[in-house]
């Protein structure tokens, strides 16, 4: 009897122990992904540390290596949603724009001009989908921003270490952009946008009470360095967004006040808003020459009209999944030799989404995020804890940094893996808030 009861806790013992080493291991895949997503630190180290336009040739590098490490995350995200497939099946159920999205990217293999290239980066649009499915059914949403946070102290480290002590990798090699800080990424804008969205996880969970003392310390000296490296990026439209971010912070509070303090706070705010932006437009070119930008927005602005113009032609189902920008046979061959430059796609979000899946894709996504924008002020009207106001933080830093830049539907990208993880994540959390009655959250 003895021996079996020591047999017994002993077991008991090693199942506790294999239990703390699979999460750990799960957290630290977790982690490790995360940075991968955020698109460093291997393009850089394979590119060998290419100058701006270098990668735009795409026989320089060879990123096998880096696409079949995300084959084998796709693998293993598969295989953890697959344990919570009952989660995963509520959450896709609630939220079908996301599913509807990856299908339409899916067929679109049908209709693209490179059907091939298409199939399969489409396959890797779902992919890195899956693996924001996953963190939103996997972890609440506190966890899902502490190992954010860890995954930005990593990405600050090494892009530390990169720019001071190899200044080849870790700092722009030439050119206009000579000097400018970009870490462990490819470009500096890179870097920046990277940045902000690590300003915005390390500022929600610094502010968080419940936060234990000495990771607060971690989380505003992160907030601090992040903030340091997106001014040592000299990206302009990175401070714009961090700028304009943090400003409408005290405004989303107010988002969480009773009515009769909420109301007249939001219509001052309007008001206030519109005045600026008048005198901004009265003043734009002051301003952007202030910052060292044209009203061109350094030539995107002037490639504008002739992307719109290939919309024109394929207005409804667009070119199909990255079927639009590519070597020189590809349509966009037309918007090269028209703008005098061959950027690597629209610099703007909302054009490319149409260009690739066409009036259709644009469609469902406005849907899926008029969606998950509806969730989240809900969810800050019926959940007054801190985090809550990541979600709204970071639709707004999403809808931002597209307006200048690309990341809407990008496959192997951090950004759009947080949306589909945010999307998700609200979802999951409907049950509870929906629960209350509508005419008692009116009444608070």
């Given at each position: ?52 336009g270098d990668e735009l040739n795409p026989v ?164 601090g360095l992040s903030f340091g490296l997106v ?214």
């Amino acid at each position: 009897m003895f021996e079996i009861y020591v047999d017994a806790e002993v077991q008991s013992r090693f199942d506790r122990l294999m239990k703390k080493i699979i999460a750990i291991a799960e957290r630290g895949f977790t982690i490790l992904s995360l940075i991968f997503y955020s698109s460093g630190p291997l393009p850089l180290i394979l590119s060998g540390g290419a100058g701006q336009g270098d990668e735009l040739n795409p026989v320089s590098t060879d990123y096998s290596i880096l696409q079949s490490m995300f084959f084998v995350s796709y693998l293993i995200v598969a295989l953890l949603v697959v344990f919570q497939w009952k989660k995963a099946l509520y959450a896709l159920k609630k939220n079908w724009t996301i599913s509807l999205l990856m299908v339409v990217a899916l067929a679109s293999a049908i209709w693209t001009f490179i059907p091939g290239q298409t199939l399969v980066r489409s396959i890797a649009l779902v992919g890195t989908s899956l693996f924001g499915l996953y963190l939103a059914i996997r972890y609440p949403l506190q966890e899902q921003l502490r190992l954010l946070g860890w995954s930005f102290v990593v990405i600050i480290i090494m892009s530390f270490l990169f720019a001071i002590a190899i200044p080849t990798f870790g700092m722009m090699p030439g050119g206009v952009h000579a000097g400018a800080w970009r870490g462990i990424y490819v470009h500096k804008n890179v870097m920046g946008k990277v940045m902000v969205v690590g300003a915005i996880v390390f500022w929600v969970l610094a502010t968080n009470p419940k936060e234990k003392s000495w990771l607060t310390w971690i989380d505003w000296i992160g907030f601090g360095l992040s903030f340091g490296l997106v001014l040592l990026s000299k990206s302009s439209s990175s401070m714009i967004n961090f700028i304009t971010i943090f400003a409408l912070v005290p405004i989303y509070h107010a988002l969480s006040w009773r009515y009769y303090l909420m109301v007249p706070t939001l219509i001052t705010t309007i008001a206030v808003g519109g005045g600026l932006s008048l005198w901004f437009s009265a003043n734009a070119a002051t301003l952007l020459d202030g910052i060292g930008k044209d009203a061109t927005l350094t030539g995107r602005a002037d490639m504008w009209p002739y992307i719109i113009e290939m919309i024109e032609k394929h207005p409804w189902l667009g070119y199909g999944y990255n079927g639009f920008w590519g070597d020189a046979d590809a349509p966009a061959a037309y918007v090269w030799s028209a703008a005098k430059w061959m950027p690597p796609n629209s610099h703007n979000g909302f054009l490319d989404l149409w260009l690739e899946l066409g009036l259709l894709g644009v469609i469902i996504f406005a849907i899926g995020f008029g969606q998950t924008l509806l969730r989240t002020l809900v969810w800050i009207r019926t959940n007054k804890a801190r985090e809550s106001l990541w979600f709204l933080l970071y639709l707004t830093n999403l809808g931002l940094s597209n307006l200048s830049e690309s990341s809407l539907l990008n496959r192997n990208d951090l950004f759009w893996l947080l949306y589909v993880s945010a999307s998700f994540s609200l979802v999951m959390t409907a049950t509870k808030t929906t629960k209350m009655p509508i005419h008692s959250e009116i009444l608070n």
